[in-house]
Protein backbone atom coordinates (compact mmCIF):
# COMPACT_ATOMS: atom_id res chain seq x y z
CA UNK A 1 0.00 0.00 0.00
CA UNK A 2 0.97 3.28 -1.03
CA UNK A 3 0.18 5.88 1.76
CA UNK A 4 -0.17 9.55 2.51
CA UNK A 5 1.45 11.27 5.35
CA UNK A 6 -0.29 10.01 8.52
CA UNK A 7 -1.30 12.75 11.35
CA UNK A 8 0.49 11.91 14.72
CA UNK A 9 -1.93 14.41 16.39
CA UNK A 10 0.85 16.01 17.90
CA UNK A 11 3.43 18.70 17.10
CA UNK A 12 4.29 17.02 14.03
CA UNK A 13 0.87 18.33 12.64
CA UNK A 14 1.88 22.01 13.66
CA UNK A 15 3.21 23.90 10.61
CA UNK A 16 5.21 26.72 13.32
CA UNK A 17 6.78 23.56 14.82
CA UNK A 18 10.73 24.87 14.63
CA UNK A 19 11.58 21.41 13.22
CA UNK A 20 9.72 21.60 10.26
CA UNK A 21 12.19 23.21 8.04
CA UNK A 22 14.53 20.13 8.83
CA UNK A 23 12.23 18.18 7.31
CA UNK A 24 12.01 16.93 3.55
CA UNK A 25 9.34 19.18 1.82
CA UNK A 26 6.99 15.85 1.15
CA UNK A 27 6.81 15.73 5.29
CA UNK A 28 5.55 19.78 5.94
CA UNK A 29 2.24 19.21 6.85
CA UNK A 30 1.38 23.17 5.25
CA UNK A 31 3.06 22.13 2.47
CA UNK A 32 1.00 19.12 1.66
CA UNK A 33 -1.86 21.09 2.49
CA UNK A 34 -1.38 23.70 0.27
CA UNK A 35 -0.84 20.50 -2.34
CA UNK A 36 -4.17 19.42 -1.41
CA UNK A 37 -2.84 16.24 0.44
CA UNK A 38 -4.57 16.21 4.28
CA UNK A 39 -2.77 14.41 6.78
CA UNK A 40 -4.32 11.03 7.36
CA UNK A 41 -6.92 10.25 10.21
CA UNK A 42 -5.22 7.29 12.02
CA UNK A 43 -8.54 5.66 13.11
CA UNK A 44 -9.99 6.14 9.25
CA UNK A 45 -6.01 4.91 7.85
CA UNK A 46 -6.48 2.03 10.03
CA UNK A 47 -10.38 0.94 8.72
CA UNK A 48 -9.17 1.48 5.13
CA UNK A 49 -6.62 -1.42 5.96
CA UNK A 50 -8.96 -3.54 7.26
CA UNK A 51 -10.89 -3.21 3.97
CA UNK A 52 -8.22 -3.46 1.68
CA UNK A 53 -7.10 -7.03 3.73
CA UNK A 54 -10.99 -8.33 3.50
CA UNK A 55 -10.96 -7.51 -0.62
CA UNK A 56 -7.23 -9.17 -1.11
CA UNK A 57 -5.96 -5.51 -3.07
CA UNK A 58 -2.90 -6.37 -3.92
CA UNK A 59 -2.07 -2.61 -4.63
CA UNK A 60 -3.31 0.59 -3.30
CA UNK A 61 -3.08 4.27 -2.82
CA UNK A 62 -4.50 5.58 0.26
CA UNK A 63 -4.68 9.52 0.45
CA UNK A 64 -6.71 12.33 1.90
CA UNK A 65 -6.89 14.32 -1.28
CA UNK A 66 -8.15 17.99 -1.60
CA UNK A 67 -9.51 17.30 -4.96
CA UNK A 68 -10.19 20.83 -6.21
CA UNK A 69 -6.76 21.74 -4.50
CA UNK A 70 -4.96 18.70 -5.66
CA UNK A 71 -6.03 18.80 -9.12
CA UNK A 72 -4.75 22.63 -9.86
CA UNK A 73 -1.55 21.85 -8.25
CA UNK A 74 -1.19 18.61 -10.81
CA UNK A 75 -1.79 20.26 -13.74
CA UNK A 76 -0.42 23.54 -13.08
CA UNK A 77 2.44 23.59 -15.96
CA UNK A 78 0.30 20.80 -18.49
CA UNK A 79 -2.72 18.79 -18.36
CA UNK A 80 -1.68 15.02 -17.94
CA UNK A 81 -3.98 12.54 -18.09
CA UNK A 82 -3.38 10.64 -14.97
CA UNK A 83 -6.18 11.77 -13.09
CA UNK A 84 -8.50 11.11 -15.65
CA UNK A 85 -10.33 7.76 -14.61
CA UNK A 86 -11.11 9.78 -11.12
CA UNK A 87 -14.35 11.63 -11.21
CA UNK A 88 -13.65 14.73 -8.64
CA UNK A 89 -10.61 15.42 -10.01
CA UNK A 90 -12.29 16.11 -13.36
CA UNK A 91 -14.68 17.67 -11.78
CA UNK A 92 -12.45 20.19 -10.22
CA UNK A 93 -10.60 20.55 -13.65
CA UNK A 94 -14.19 21.50 -15.75
CA UNK A 95 -14.42 23.99 -12.72
CA UNK A 96 -11.04 25.07 -12.97
CA UNK A 97 -11.98 28.21 -15.74
CA UNK A 98 -12.34 29.72 -19.06
CA UNK A 99 -11.43 33.19 -17.96
CA UNK A 100 -15.37 34.27 -17.75
CA UNK A 101 -15.66 37.86 -15.82
CA UNK A 102 -17.14 38.30 -12.64
CA UNK A 103 -18.29 41.80 -12.70
CA UNK A 104 -18.98 42.10 -8.70
CA UNK A 105 -16.33 42.82 -5.93
CA UNK A 106 -12.97 43.60 -6.70
CA UNK A 107 -13.08 42.40 -10.29
CA UNK A 108 -15.54 45.24 -11.02
CA UNK A 109 -13.55 48.04 -9.29
CA UNK A 110 -10.91 46.83 -10.95
CA UNK A 111 -12.27 46.95 -14.01
CA UNK A 112 -13.73 50.13 -13.96
CA UNK A 113 -10.86 51.90 -13.16
CA UNK A 114 -9.15 50.42 -15.67
CA UNK A 115 -11.93 51.75 -18.52
CA UNK A 116 -10.99 55.03 -17.40
CA UNK A 117 -7.39 54.66 -18.64
CA UNK A 118 -5.46 54.61 -21.49
CA UNK A 119 -4.23 51.08 -22.49
CA UNK A 120 -0.92 51.72 -21.63
CA UNK A 121 -1.90 52.76 -18.35
CA UNK A 122 -3.91 49.78 -18.28
CA UNK A 123 -0.79 47.38 -18.78
CA UNK A 124 1.24 49.23 -16.36
CA UNK A 125 -1.73 49.02 -13.19
CA UNK A 126 -1.66 45.24 -13.89
CA UNK A 127 1.82 44.71 -14.16
CA UNK A 128 1.87 46.05 -10.66
CA UNK A 129 -0.76 44.34 -9.65
CA UNK A 130 0.53 41.16 -10.66
CA UNK A 131 4.24 41.81 -9.38
CA UNK A 132 2.88 42.62 -6.30
CA UNK A 133 1.13 39.41 -6.00
CA UNK A 134 3.97 37.44 -6.78
CA UNK A 135 6.07 39.14 -4.50
CA UNK A 136 3.48 37.93 -1.63
CA UNK A 137 3.73 34.38 -2.93
CA UNK A 138 7.15 34.29 -2.43
CA UNK A 139 7.68 35.90 0.21
CA UNK A 140 9.04 39.38 -0.32
CA UNK A 141 8.16 42.36 1.61
CA UNK A 142 7.83 44.48 -1.40
CA UNK A 143 6.93 44.25 -4.92
CA UNK A 144 10.14 45.82 -5.91
CA UNK A 145 11.77 42.42 -5.49
CA UNK A 146 9.93 40.82 -8.34
CA UNK A 147 11.28 42.19 -12.03
CA UNK A 148 7.94 41.90 -13.81
CA UNK A 149 9.94 40.87 -17.26
CA UNK A 150 11.60 38.02 -15.22
CA UNK A 151 10.17 34.80 -16.13
CA UNK A 152 8.38 33.19 -13.28
CA UNK A 153 10.26 30.05 -13.16
CA UNK A 154 13.67 31.88 -12.35
CA UNK A 155 11.97 34.01 -10.09
CA UNK A 156 11.26 30.75 -8.08
CA UNK A 157 7.65 29.61 -8.87
CA UNK A 158 6.62 26.04 -9.27
CA UNK A 159 3.13 24.07 -9.86
CA UNK A 160 2.32 25.14 -6.22
CA UNK A 161 3.43 28.51 -6.03
CA UNK A 162 1.84 29.50 -9.64
CA UNK A 163 -1.78 28.19 -8.37
CA UNK A 164 -1.30 30.23 -5.15
CA UNK A 165 -0.76 32.87 -7.48
CA UNK A 166 -3.45 32.20 -9.84
CA UNK A 167 -5.86 32.10 -6.76
CA UNK A 168 -4.90 35.64 -5.53
CA UNK A 169 -5.12 36.85 -9.17
CA UNK A 170 -8.62 35.05 -9.76
CA UNK A 171 -10.16 37.22 -6.57
CA UNK A 172 -8.47 40.45 -7.25
CA UNK A 173 -9.95 40.80 -11.26
CA UNK A 174 -12.83 38.79 -10.91
CA UNK A 175 -11.33 36.28 -13.62
CA UNK A 176 -11.52 32.19 -13.95
CA UNK A 177 -7.88 32.08 -14.89
CA UNK A 178 -6.68 28.06 -15.44
CA UNK A 179 -4.29 26.72 -13.21
CA UNK A 180 -1.80 27.01 -16.10
CA UNK A 181 -1.69 30.40 -16.59
CA UNK A 182 1.39 31.38 -14.96
CA UNK A 183 3.64 28.89 -17.09
CA UNK A 184 0.93 29.43 -20.58
CA UNK A 185 1.93 33.58 -20.12
CA UNK A 186 5.56 33.46 -18.24
CA UNK A 187 6.01 36.71 -16.84
CA UNK A 188 3.79 39.27 -15.05
CA UNK A 189 4.01 41.59 -17.95
CA UNK A 190 2.94 38.94 -20.33
CA UNK A 191 0.40 37.86 -17.79
CA UNK A 192 -0.76 41.15 -17.17
CA UNK A 193 -1.32 41.53 -20.78
CA UNK A 194 -3.61 38.55 -21.21
CA UNK A 195 -5.97 39.73 -17.79
CA UNK A 196 -5.96 43.19 -19.36
CA UNK A 197 -7.15 41.51 -22.83
CA UNK A 198 -9.48 39.30 -20.84
CA UNK A 199 -10.48 42.15 -19.12
CA UNK A 200 -11.28 44.88 -21.58
CA UNK A 201 -13.36 42.03 -23.84
CA UNK A 202 -10.66 42.72 -26.39
CA UNK A 203 -9.37 38.90 -27.11
CA UNK A 204 -9.83 37.92 -30.00
CA UNK A 205 -9.37 34.18 -28.88
CA UNK A 206 -12.64 34.54 -26.49
CA UNK A 207 -14.87 35.83 -29.59
CA UNK A 208 -13.27 32.97 -32.14
CA UNK A 209 -12.24 30.21 -30.61
CA UNK A 210 -8.67 30.92 -32.08
CA UNK A 211 -5.15 31.69 -31.57
CA UNK A 212 -4.95 32.09 -35.24
CA UNK A 213 -5.68 34.98 -37.65
CA UNK A 214 -5.72 34.13 -41.48
CA UNK A 215 -3.73 37.27 -43.26
CA UNK A 216 -4.48 38.43 -46.89
CA UNK A 217 -2.41 37.05 -49.89
CA UNK A 218 -1.52 40.88 -50.41
CA UNK A 219 -0.15 41.79 -47.05
CA UNK A 220 3.34 41.81 -47.27
CA UNK A 221 5.51 38.81 -45.68
CA UNK A 222 7.62 40.62 -42.82
CA UNK A 223 10.69 42.09 -41.88
CA UNK A 224 13.84 41.24 -42.93
CA UNK A 225 17.73 41.28 -41.52
CA UNK A 226 20.82 40.79 -43.44
CA UNK A 227 24.56 39.96 -43.24
CA UNK A 228 26.65 39.79 -46.03
CA UNK A 229 30.01 39.09 -47.21
CA UNK A 230 32.28 42.21 -47.81
CA UNK A 231 29.44 44.13 -46.85
CA UNK A 232 29.92 48.29 -46.18
CA UNK A 233 30.14 49.67 -43.00
CA UNK A 234 32.99 47.89 -41.83
CA UNK A 235 31.36 44.83 -43.08
CA UNK A 236 28.75 44.28 -40.71
CA UNK A 237 25.55 45.60 -42.51
CA UNK A 238 22.27 46.17 -39.87
CA UNK A 239 19.92 47.30 -42.39
CA UNK A 240 17.01 45.24 -43.08
CA UNK A 241 17.05 45.28 -46.87
CA UNK A 242 20.28 45.43 -48.16
CA UNK A 243 22.10 47.35 -51.53
CA UNK A 244 23.61 44.51 -53.77
CA UNK A 245 25.56 47.13 -55.44
CA UNK A 246 27.60 48.25 -51.90
CA UNK A 247 29.07 43.45 -52.12
CA UNK A 248 29.98 44.01 -55.80
CA UNK A 249 34.04 44.03 -55.68
CA UNK A 250 34.16 43.81 -51.79
CA UNK A 251 36.45 40.45 -52.21
CA UNK A 252 39.33 40.58 -49.62
CA UNK A 253 42.23 38.86 -48.09
CA UNK A 254 41.80 36.09 -45.79
CA UNK A 255 41.31 37.74 -42.32
CA UNK A 256 43.37 36.94 -39.61
CA UNK A 257 42.57 36.22 -35.73
CA UNK A 258 44.20 35.58 -32.32
CA UNK A 259 44.89 32.14 -32.75
CA UNK A 260 44.75 31.07 -36.56
CA UNK A 261 47.54 30.03 -38.05
CA UNK A 262 46.99 32.17 -41.84
CA UNK A 263 50.78 31.62 -42.26
CA UNK A 264 50.60 27.86 -42.62
CA UNK A 265 47.00 28.08 -44.30
CA UNK A 266 48.27 30.42 -47.38
CA UNK A 267 51.62 29.23 -47.41
CA UNK A 268 51.38 25.01 -47.64
CA UNK A 269 52.20 22.87 -50.35
CA UNK A 270 48.66 22.76 -52.33
CA UNK A 271 47.07 19.38 -51.41
CA UNK A 272 48.02 19.03 -48.46
CA UNK A 273 46.34 19.77 -44.99
CA UNK A 274 45.87 22.50 -44.51
CA UNK A 275 46.29 24.41 -47.28
CA UNK A 276 44.22 26.84 -49.43
CA UNK A 277 44.98 28.40 -52.95
CA UNK A 278 43.49 31.69 -52.99
CA UNK A 279 44.27 34.44 -50.76
CA UNK A 280 40.67 36.28 -51.12
CA UNK A 281 37.41 35.70 -50.94
CA UNK A 282 34.26 36.89 -49.55
CA UNK A 283 34.29 37.17 -45.42
CA UNK A 284 31.36 37.76 -43.11
CA UNK A 285 33.01 39.96 -40.74
CA UNK A 286 31.89 39.77 -37.02
CA UNK A 287 30.58 36.08 -37.60
CA UNK A 288 33.05 35.11 -33.97
CA UNK A 289 32.11 38.22 -31.96
CA UNK A 290 28.65 36.08 -30.81
CA UNK A 291 27.77 37.44 -27.18
CA UNK A 292 26.01 33.75 -25.55
CA UNK A 293 25.30 35.30 -22.76
CA UNK A 294 22.65 37.74 -24.50
CA UNK A 295 20.88 34.45 -25.29
CA UNK A 296 21.26 32.78 -21.99
CA UNK A 297 23.75 30.09 -24.07
CA UNK A 298 26.95 28.84 -22.10
CA UNK A 299 30.48 29.30 -23.88
CA UNK A 300 30.82 25.82 -24.40
CA UNK A 301 27.83 25.37 -26.09
CA UNK A 302 28.64 28.65 -28.27
CA UNK A 303 31.52 27.47 -29.27
CA UNK A 304 29.92 23.97 -30.27
CA UNK A 305 27.06 25.90 -32.50
CA UNK A 306 27.25 25.75 -35.80
CA UNK A 307 28.26 29.30 -37.16
CA UNK A 308 24.77 29.49 -38.95
CA UNK A 309 22.95 28.96 -35.85
CA UNK A 310 24.54 32.43 -34.09
CA UNK A 311 23.92 34.38 -37.04
CA UNK A 312 20.79 33.21 -36.97
CA UNK A 313 20.11 33.86 -33.38
CA UNK A 314 21.42 37.76 -34.08
CA UNK A 315 19.63 38.52 -37.01
CA UNK A 316 16.63 37.05 -36.01
CA UNK A 317 16.27 39.22 -32.46
CA UNK A 318 17.66 42.19 -35.50
CA UNK A 319 14.97 41.43 -37.50
CA UNK A 320 12.05 41.83 -34.91
CA UNK A 321 13.58 45.42 -34.06
CA UNK A 322 13.40 46.52 -37.47
CA UNK A 323 9.81 45.39 -37.66
CA UNK A 324 9.33 47.60 -34.50
CA UNK A 325 8.71 44.79 -31.98
CA UNK A 326 10.13 43.72 -28.67
CA UNK A 327 11.48 40.41 -29.40
CA UNK A 328 10.10 39.23 -25.99
CA UNK A 329 6.86 39.84 -26.40
CA UNK A 330 6.31 37.10 -29.30
CA UNK A 331 7.06 34.85 -26.10
CA UNK A 332 3.48 32.38 -26.61
CA UNK A 333 2.40 33.77 -29.58
CA UNK A 334 1.92 31.31 -32.85
CA UNK A 335 4.96 32.93 -34.59
CA UNK A 336 6.88 30.51 -37.06
CA UNK A 337 10.16 30.07 -38.07
CA UNK A 338 11.44 29.37 -41.64
CA UNK A 339 14.95 28.69 -41.87
CA UNK A 340 17.22 27.54 -45.43
CA UNK A 341 20.21 26.38 -44.12
CA UNK A 342 22.89 23.74 -45.40
CA UNK A 343 25.32 22.01 -43.28
CA UNK A 344 28.60 23.43 -43.04
CA UNK A 345 30.72 20.43 -41.67
CA UNK A 346 31.89 22.69 -38.84
CA UNK A 347 31.52 19.98 -36.40
CA UNK A 348 34.00 18.23 -38.39
CA UNK A 349 37.10 20.39 -37.44
CA UNK A 350 39.21 19.33 -34.69
CA UNK A 351 40.25 21.42 -30.76
CA UNK A 352 36.76 20.74 -29.67
CA UNK A 353 37.00 19.67 -26.17
CA UNK A 354 35.24 17.61 -24.03
CA UNK A 355 33.05 19.89 -22.42
CA UNK A 356 31.72 21.34 -25.67
CA UNK A 357 31.56 17.83 -27.83
CA UNK A 358 28.61 17.12 -25.73
CA UNK A 359 26.64 20.24 -27.40
CA UNK A 360 27.85 19.06 -30.99
CA UNK A 361 24.83 17.42 -32.01
CA UNK A 362 22.34 20.50 -31.17
CA UNK A 363 25.06 22.46 -32.23
CA UNK A 364 25.11 21.11 -35.93
CA UNK A 365 22.24 19.29 -37.11
CA UNK A 366 20.36 21.81 -39.24
CA UNK A 367 17.16 20.68 -38.39
CA UNK A 368 17.65 22.69 -34.49
CA UNK A 369 18.57 26.03 -36.62
CA UNK A 370 15.04 26.78 -36.75
CA UNK A 371 14.06 25.21 -33.10
CA UNK A 372 16.78 27.51 -31.69
CA UNK A 373 15.05 30.73 -32.49
CA UNK A 374 11.63 29.43 -31.24
CA UNK A 375 12.73 27.97 -27.80
CA UNK A 376 15.26 31.57 -27.51
CA UNK A 377 12.27 33.53 -28.48
CA UNK A 378 9.31 31.53 -27.13
CA UNK A 379 7.80 31.06 -30.28
CA UNK A 380 4.89 28.21 -30.40
CA UNK A 381 4.43 28.52 -34.35
CA UNK A 382 6.12 26.15 -37.30
CA UNK A 383 9.54 25.69 -36.58
CA UNK A 384 11.21 24.54 -40.42
CA UNK A 385 14.16 24.24 -41.48
CA UNK A 386 14.75 23.57 -45.33
CA UNK A 387 17.74 22.03 -47.36
CA UNK A 388 16.88 22.63 -51.34
CA UNK A 389 20.26 23.44 -51.62
CA UNK A 390 21.04 26.61 -53.31
CA UNK A 391 17.19 27.55 -53.05
CA UNK A 392 16.87 26.78 -49.78
CA UNK A 393 16.28 30.41 -48.60
CA UNK A 394 13.66 31.11 -51.22
CA UNK A 395 11.75 27.95 -50.44
CA UNK A 396 11.54 28.96 -46.85
CA UNK A 397 10.60 32.23 -47.60
CA UNK A 398 7.77 30.59 -49.79
CA UNK A 399 6.95 28.21 -47.06
CA UNK A 400 6.23 30.84 -44.81
CA UNK A 401 4.28 33.18 -46.78
CA UNK A 402 2.04 29.84 -47.05
CA UNK A 403 2.08 29.19 -43.68
CA UNK A 404 0.51 32.96 -42.76
CA UNK A 405 -1.98 32.53 -45.39
CA UNK A 406 -3.17 29.41 -44.69
CA UNK A 407 -3.87 30.45 -40.94
CA UNK A 408 -0.80 27.67 -39.23
CA UNK A 409 0.89 30.94 -38.03
CA UNK A 410 0.20 33.85 -36.66
CA UNK A 411 1.12 37.75 -38.16
CA UNK A 412 3.56 39.11 -35.86
CA UNK A 413 4.29 42.59 -37.43
CA UNK A 414 1.81 46.01 -37.20
CA UNK A 415 -0.15 46.99 -40.30
CA UNK A 416 1.93 49.12 -42.16
Known amino acids: MAWGVWSSGGRFDDSADTGVSERPQSLIPERLRRQGLRLLDPERALTVLAQVLADDE ?26 DEIPEARQADAGAGGGAVVASGDGAALLERLVAV ?31 ARAFREMGFDSLTAVDLRGRLNRVTGLQLPSTVVFDYPSPVMLARQIVSQLMGTQQQAATGSRVTPVSGTDPVGGLSAWAAGSPAGGQPRSPVADARHWRGRHRRVPGRPGWDITGLLDSVPGSAPASITREGGFVSGAADFDPAFFRISPREAIAMDPQQRLLLETAWEAMEHAGLDPVSLRGSLTGVFAGAASSGYSGQPGFDEESAGHLITGNVTSVISGRISYTLGLEGPAVTVD ?29
Open 118 to 148: SPGQRERIVTDLVGSHAAAVLGHTSADAVDV
Open 58 to 83: TALAVADVDWPRFSAVFNAARSWPLL
Open 388 to 416: TACSSALVSLHLAAQALRAGSATWPWPAA
